[in-house]
């Protein structure tokens, strides 16, 4: 399974910010799946660029 694939069922249960799905994958994956801040955003923003997900609002980070 890829982190994509991941992000995507985390995603399923509602929209999220970055942070958001960041706290569910530490909740949730972590144990058997680490992953990183960089590799969760970098991960969405690819996903961004291939229609998966919609980006809604940017922050400031």
């Known amino acids: 399974m890829s982190l994509r694939h991941a992000v ?3 995603l399923s249960t509602g929209p ?3 942070y958001d799905l960041l706290k569910r994958f530490e909740i ?3 144990n058997v799946w ?6 969760l955003y970098s991960e969405l923003n690819r996903m961004a660029d291939a229609d998966l997900v ?3 609002a940017e922050g400031p980070r």
């Open 8 to 10: 995507l069922g985390l």
């Open 16 to 18: 999220a910010s970055g």
């Open 28 to 30: 949730s994956l972590a």
């Open 34 to 39: 680490p992953a990183t801040q960089s590799q």
């Open 54 to 56: 919609k980006v809604a």
